[in-house]
Structures are given as C-alpha cells and as structure tokens.
Nanobody, 124 residues
Framework: QVQLREWGGGFVQAGDSLSLSCAASGPNSDSYSLGWFRRAPGRDRRFVAAITWKGVTVFGLDSVKDRFAISKDNTKTTLFLQMNNLKLEDTAVYYC?????????????????WGHGTEVTVSS
C-alpha cells in the first residue's frame, strides 16, 4: 500500500506562485502513476495533472495547462506541482493520488491511494 503526504499549500494573492509537493512511500512507490486532484469549495474533486509510471505527463484541466507544471524527482517518489499566476478559481484543497494504472486518469475511481490534501487559497 502506498502512503502519500502533501505539503506546500497556503494563502497567496492572485498572480502569485506556489509549489506543492507530495511524497510517496511504501512498497514499489516508485512504480506508480502519481497525480494531483483538487476540490474547490462546493465542487467535486477534479483531476489536475499526473505523471504516469511510464513517464507520460497528462493534464486534466485546460485552465491550468499554461500555468502549472508537474514533475517528479529522480527517485520517482516525490511529485511536485508548480503553480504560477494563480487565480481565484485555483482556490481548492489539492490532493495527491497514486495508481498502478496509466489510463482513465481523470476518474477518481482510477486512483486507490490518496493523501489528506493541502489547502490553497488565492485572494484578490
């Protein structure tokens, strides 16, 4: 079983940048697809982006493709989300997730392992 821990959330102003991190631990944690979801207030959890175990980057939200960057460290067990030019609508709890799969990544059911989330609040 994979354990996930996120950190890096906080309060920022619109236009600022913020970097989220997620550490995966457990057996074969370097062999999983790792991704980010977010849940804005009053909305469902939505897929943001992921890096599959094959090394393929996938984005789920068109609104972040030009502003967010996802990456992994060399151990493949730490996932990052660099968020630039943050907007009010980026306010959400951001969750890290892991799966052994590499397809259907925008469905929450694809991801069996979840972190507790880190909150990002963007103010005007």
């Amino acid at each position: 079983q994979v354990q996930l821990r996120e950190w890096g959330g906080g309060f920022v102003q619109a236009g600022d940048s913020l970097s989220l991190s997620c550490a995966a631990s457990g057996p074969n944690s370097d062999s999983y697809s790792l991704g980010w979801f977010r849940r804005a207030p009053g909305r469902d959890r939505r897929f943001v982006a992921a890096i599959t175990w094959k090394g393929v980057t996938v984005f789920g939200l068109d609104s972040v493709k030009d502003r967010f960057a996802i990456s992994k460290d060399n151990t493949k067990t730490t996932l990052f989300l660099q968020m630039n030019n943050l907007k009010l609508e980026d306010t959400a709890v951001y969750y890290c997730a892991a799966t052994s799969l590499s397809t259907d990544l925008d469905y929450t059911d694809t991801w069996p392992y979840w972190g507790h989330g880190t909150e990002v609040t963007v103010s005007s």
